[in-house]
């Protein structure tokens, strides 16, 4: 017995081969490890399908992006900047926790022809047509910097680089003038002259000792609807801010002369409409100090004899006016009437005083709820000038802040009227209005049909400022049976006295074409002293200076 316990003692410490069973302790790690890796794994692919799926839920603003910065090239392009002067970085991609977008830097070298505030306002303009802000940055030394802005997001800066002027270096200017002129179809297009009506020449280069240019001519048919200084006014608003000047020369009484750097690149000859009445000259009488002024030399190039009218052709016989600039011969039945309103009264008193010691047949239009808006208005009531509200509405850009009592088209019809009414309260004895911006509100019809309710509703009358083409303004004021008329022409726009002058210039012109006209300047003290010394001319030429309320109808 003893005997065969050991022998299963033995069999149970050694097993049936002697040896001992093999050790599994080291299982449980491999199979965590390979766990853990497969974990992993998985958690990088469900992470990189959240944010696949995240990222296709943020709003994709790239190619939005995309598409505006090439028009901020475009609107470059299209202001006559030479493509080779144009810089643009790689768009570098952006993001937030909502939006996807492209941001890009571009730099504008301006030659030196070219004005870079001026291609900054149009470059505003441009982008304001996608509602694009445009911020102005402070100034950088190498030049002007603007953020482009999508809502939040900044898709490109644009810096114009102003290149210095050439030093004793024949100016160049052949490229843009020669832009220019063959632009001038659609430009006259824009100022109301069919294409139909409008024949453009090749341009030819010109050349001095100063300067090579180019020079082209274009003969138009001016439509009766459109006189002489609404063409003059109109075009300068136009190529203003290409700092085109437009002059009228005393050797061509049918032709406007477009100068570019005091060169002439172009010139427009008229003719009236098939069947009417003849030509009338284009220029108005200026003032004596510019009579006296001879020609600048290059004058004398703009006309070849050959296209010169024709001195020696038998005069026309008078014809009764028209209301058109280039025809009629005849006096009018009464003097011509003559408005002029002067706009953003009321932020500082030292410009209302020197509004105030001008003639009294002007017509103040006061701001509302500014600083000294009752005071202005009140002291412009004691010396018996007419006082009107310049009602703020809302713009295009929406950086523009129009100012205090601003109306706007989020707003409805009962807070529309209130805001007009606390506006109309803080401006004592106020005839009538005009806007002061509103280049959006005034496009929108239902919206200035409740604005124009509560002048009805007062009786007073409304005075269009124009300050966009898409204004419905004068139009719906006719249709309500709201006493109003509209502006003719801005007459500071650009604030220097010379520009100021040709203005008014051009003011006049419509004056006696049309037998009345307004004019809409503002609290500057360069206009106001254009003003003084302009006045006093309107008896001598039998014009009459009168309120703004004796135009409207």
């Known amino acids: 017995m003893s005997g065969l316990t050991n022998e299963t003692g033995s069999d149970r410490e050694t097993g049936d081969s002697g040896t001992a069973p093999p050790a599994h302790t080291s299982k449980p790690w491999i199979y965590f490890a390979f ?14 399908l959240l944010m696949l799926f995240w990222n296709q839920r943020l709003a994709n603003l790239r190619p939005q992006t995309e598409y505006y910065s090439a028009q901020v090239i475009q609107a470059l392009q299209d202001q006559y900047v030479p493509a080779e002067a144009i810089e643009e970085e790689p768009a570098e991609e952006r993001s937030d926790r909502q939006s996807l977008w492209n941001y890009r830097v571009i730099r504008a070298k301006l030659p ?16 304001s047509e996608f509602s694009v ?68 020449s090749e341009p030819e280069e010109r050349e001095d000792s100063r300067a090579r240019w180019t020079q082209t001519r274009v003969d138009i048919v001016l439509p009766q609807s459109i006189s002489a200084g609404e063409l003059r006014g109109r075009l300068g608003e136009l190529l203003g801010l290409h700092g085109v000047e437009i002059i009228a020369p005393s050797n061509a009484p049918q032709a406007l002369q477009l100068q570019l750097k005091g060169l002439p690149i172009a010139s427009i000859f008229a003719a009236p409409t098939p069947g009417s009445t003849p030509a009338r000259p284009l220029q108005v009488d200026l003032a004596p100090a510019m009579e006296a002024a001879p020609a600048p030399p290059e004058t004398a190039a703009l006309l070849d004899p050959a296209v010169t009218p024709d001195a020696s052709a038998p005069p026309e016989p008078a014809q009764p006016a028209t209301g058109n600039g280039f025809t009629g011969g005849g006096a009018l039945s009464s003097p011509p009437r003559l408005a002029i309103i002067l706009d953003d009264g009321g932020n500082v008193w030292a410009r209302s005083e020197e509004v105030l010691a001008l003639d009294n047949r002007l017509t103040l239009a006061i701001l509302p709820l500014t600083t000294y808006a009752q005071q202005t208005a009140e002291a412009a009531l004691t010396k018996g ?24 088209i989020a707003m409805n019809a009962e807070e529309i009227r209130e805001k007009t009414e606390a506006a109309l309260a803080s401006v004592p004895g106020v005839r009538g209005v005009n806007n002061h911006t509103g280049s959006l509100y005034t496009a929108d019809r239902q919206k200035m049909q409740e604005f124009l309710a509560v002048l009805k509703e007062k009786e007073l009358f409304f005075v269009d400022s124009r300050t966009h083409a898409s204004s419905q303004g004068y ?79």
Not at 159 to 179: F, G, I, K, Y
């Open 35 to 48: 766990g853990a890796s497969v974990l992993s794994s998985l958690t990088i692919i469900l992470v990189g």
């Open 112 to 127: 030196s022809h070219l004005n870079a505030e001026g291609i900054q306002r149009l470059v505003e303009r441009r982008m």
């Open 133 to 200: 802000q445009v911020v102005a940055r402070p100034v950088v030394p190498e030049g002007h910097a603007l953020s482009m802005m999508l809502g939040p997001y900044e898709f490109a800066t644009l810096t114009l680089l102003q290149a210095p002027a050439p030093v004793e270096e024949q100016l160049d200017v052949r490229d843009v003038a020669s832009r220019i002129g063959q632009d001038l179809q659609q430009y006259l297009e824009s100022a109301g002259i069919p294409r139909e009506s409008v024949a453009v």
């Open 385 to 408: 000038f007419e006082v009107m509200l310049h009602m703020p509405m809302e713009t295009i850009n929406p950086s523009d802040d129009p100012g205090p009592g601003k109306i706007m």
């Open 475 to 553: 139009q719906i004021a006719q249709d309500l049976g709201v006493l109003s008329a509209q502006r003719d022409i801005f007459l500071d726009n650009d604030r220097s006295q010379a520009a100021i002058r040709a203005q008014f210039e051009a003011l006049l012109d419509v004056a006696k074409s049309n037998g009345q006209a307004i004019g809409i300047g503002h609290f500057y003290q360069e206009t106001a002293a254009v003003l003084t010394e302009a006045i006093p001319r309107l008896d001598e030429m039998g014009i009459q200076l009168v309120h703004a309320s004796e135009l409207v109808h």
